[in-house]
DNA sequence: ATTTTGACGCT
DNA sequence: AGCGTCAAA
């Protein structure tokens, strides 16, 4: 009874011809993004096949990107360099830069970042899908076309090449169908057309338009799916690449769910598509539609089986958020098979690399999008775990010892060491990934007009932390006093943490790895600008004595930094501030001593 | 020995 | 909070 009462409702709703969701959406998919941004920094690498490998010490690196000339020849993404040379000897192999002995991807978030800009500038709704990718809601941009002046005057067939119709056979240029001459021609728009595929061919003209403002102002090509939800949007993107845009309207939905593989489907290119094929034993999305509602939700589950009879019918109700800055801030590095992380000293290395590229990038953050982090999540992979370990603590400043110390413990809580010789603990099994990773971000800073008024404008994504006085939590046996969050409260907001030093933590510190003290207490007055301010001068100063010649050094504020000291391994004379690269040295000459003894 | 990311759902 | 899934380069 509910049943086929739910199926009238659908066959309601199928007669509205975009599905019922009244929405133009589009997902903008940059064109193998990474090789696009190092072809903009390498010119002369423009039309030759290249790929991106990250590292190459190994097999060549593994790929994580090739461009459309090297996918002629086969090279995919997870082979190796030494593969993709095989495969196509003539391909150029474009190393992703590292830093502090780890892939570093900044450059193309920041390339990400400008698409994302660019893209702010046509419609007040995106959703950032990836580094590469975007949602865009344009059904207000399109009305606002339709009425416009500019209407009446459209030439489709001048600026519609690019532009595919799903479903139709339109890549044979001899034999143009029905499909290809509507978009075509302004006579067929205007008469022989329904109102939803109306509007998704003026969306096709913005989408010309972004496009092509991508590519004057950033330099880069995308392809485009534009449609009526997220998941048709995005199973279009990827029917003409590169460089071009697919509609795919509700009227051709039948058509293309009959040959489209579910696998391709958004959601089901994992564990539960492989479950909805063997369990139906189907191969196609279109097959779906066979099953009643009631033997879906019986099979899959409540939610999963009533999203699988809509979804086959081309509807999505997957919301769009409005957000083009990512939730979370991490970095991670695996230590597979032989690099495994076998002893403290290791392991504290590397927290240290990775906690100071995180706290980079948390301050750029910062200061780019005036909010600050609240916690740290620190997950490991101990050797011959399924799976890994997951540990949380509180980030009450931008602090590397902080974050290194807090990992260190966390790690160390369920991992425990056979033997303790002076720095050098050994576990009885290693560790073969570290990952730490930022999130629980709140507005904060000064400047705090224009963030309040894109924090209320916008929907639910952002969130206040109401205003409260100071309290104190406990988090990971350490107890914290929280700074206030909002207004003005913060600029008096003074920070402390309470050491807790472990016998452990303190074998370490004699270790060479231990620069800074454990949980440096850290008083902060003034206001956050002041402070950040203060940073990008000393930063200034730092980069004009050394002439650029290192990087410039991080997080913990201390008052001299140009104070020369002894370096305890080689006895040179040392800047205070390089002091940590200046052990990091020595420390990586140690470890492949190490390796070179294994 | 793909690797390095990031979002979200389940419990 | 911690784990699992899915996805992109």
């Given at each position: ?7 009238l409702?659908t ?7 975009d ?12 064109d193998?993004f990474?090789v696009q ?10 039309d030759?096949?290249?790929a991106?490998v ?8 593994s790929?994580?990107a090739?461009d459309y ?5 086969g090279v995919k993404?997870s082979l190796k360099g ?6 196509c000897?003539?391909?150029h192999?474009?190393q992703?830069?590292?830093k ?8 193309y ?5 400008e698409?994302m ?9 995106i959703?950032?899908a990836?580094i ?6 344009l059904?207000?941009p ?5 009425n ?5 005057s ?6 519609l ?8 056979n ?5 034999h143009?169908d ?10 067929w728009?205007?008469?022989s057309c329904?109102?939803d595929?109306r509007v998704?061919i003026?969306a096709a ?8 403002t991508?590519?004057?102002e950033?330099g ?13 949007a995005?199973?279009?993107?990827g029917m003409?690449k590169?460089n ?23 959601h ?10 063997d369990?139906l034993k189907?191969?196609?999305?279109g097959?779906?539609?066979?099953y ?6 019986e099979?899959?589950?409540?939610k999963?089986?009533s999203?699988?009879?809509?979804l086959?019918?081309?509807i999505?109700h ?6 083009i ?6 970095c991670?590095k695996?230590?597979p ?10 392991v504290k290395?590397w ?10 990038r948390?301050?750029?953050d910062?200061t780019?999008n005036?909010?600050?982090a ?16 997951a540990?949380t603590?509180?980030l009450p400043?931008y ?10 413990n966390?790690?160390?809580?369920g991992?425990k ?30 400047g705090?007009?224009?963030s309040l008024?894109?924090l209320m404008?916008s929907?639910?994504?952002?969130s206040?932390v ?14 914290v006093t929280?700074m206030?969050?909002c207004?003005?409260e ?5 920070l402390t ?17 231990n620069?800074t003290?454990f949980f ?7 206001s956050l600008e002041t402070?950040l301010?203060?940073n990008?001068k ?8 050394i002439?650029g010649?290192?990087e410039?050094d991080?997080?913990t ?10 370096c ?8 205070k501030?390089?002091l ?6 020595h420390?990586?000459l140690?470890?492949d001593k190490?390796?070179?003894i294994?």
């Open positions: 009874m509910i049943e086929s009462m739910i199926d409702l066959r309601v709703v199928l007669i509205m011809e599905g019922g969701s009244g929405k133009v959406v589009v997902l903008v998919d940059m193998c990474y941004v190092e072809k903009r920094l390498h010119p002369e690498l423009k030759k096949p290249c991106i990250q590292y190459n010490k190994w097999q060549g690196g790929i994580i090739v000339e090297a996918r002629k020849y993404r030494k593969e993709a040379k095989e495969k000897p003539g391909i192999l474009v992703v830069p590292e502090r002995r780890k892939a570093d991807l900044s450059n978030r920041k390339a990400s970042g698409v800009k660019v893209l702010s500038g046509f419609t007040s709704v959703e950032r990836s590469d990718e975007a949602f865009l809601d059904t207000e399109v009305k606002d076309y339709i416009s002046n500019s209407f009446d459209l030439e489709f067939h001048a600026d090449k690019s532009t595919h119709v799903a479903g139709c339109d890549d044979d240029d001899t143009k029905d499909c290809d001459l509507r978009i075509s021609r302004g006579d728009f205007k008469s329904s109102s595929e998704l003026v003209i913005l989408v010309q338009r972004i496009r092509e991508i590519l004057n950033v880069f090509t995308c392809s485009a799916g534009i449609s009526h939800n997220k998941m048709l995005k199973l279009a993107a003409h590169p071009q845009q697919t509609i795919l309207p509700q009227s051709q939905v039948d058509v293309v769910f009959s040959t489209t593989l579910l696998k391709k489907v958004r089901l290119g994992g564990k539960l598509g492989e479950q909805v094929q369990k189907i191969e196609c999305v097959q779906l539609q066979e009643s509602l009631k033997v879906l939700q099979k899959f589950g409540l999963t089986g999203w699988l009879y809509e086959c019918r081309g999505c997957e919301k769009i958020s409005n957000r800055i990512t939730k979370s801030i991490g991670g695996n230590f098979g032989p690099s495994k992380l076998k002893t403290a000293k290791a290395y927290l240290e690399q990775l906690s100071r590229e995180l706290v980079e948390l301050e750029e910062m780019e005036t909010r600050q609240q916690s740290i999540t620190v997950h490991f992979l101990p050797e011959g775990q399924a799976s890994s370990v540990r603590f509180a400043s602090n590397t010892s902080l974050i290194v110390n807090n990992s260190w966390a790690i160390n809580k991992h060491p056979v033997t303790n010789e002076e720095s050098h603990l050994t576990w009885t099994t290693g560790i073969l990934n570290i990952h730490l990773s930022a999130g629980k971000f709140v507005q904060c800073g000064k705090h007009m224009k008024l894109q404008s929907d639910q994504e952002c206040f109401s205003a409260s006085s100071s309290h104190s939590s406990i988090i990971t046996g350490k107890e929280q206030t969050l207004k003005e913060r600029e008096d907001a003074v943490t309470t050491p807790t030093i472990t016998e452990q933590d303190q074998s370490l510190e004699t270790s060479s790895m620069i003290k440096t207490p850290i008083k902060r007055k003034g402070q301010d203060r990008a000393r930063r200034e100063v730092v980069l004009e004595e002439k010649t290192l410039s991080d997080d504020i201390i008052d001299n930094q140009f104070e020369a000291v002894l305890s391994e080689c006895g040179e004379e040392v800047l501030f390089v940590e690269e200046h052990m990091d040295y420390f990586a140690s470890l190490d390796s070179q294994n």
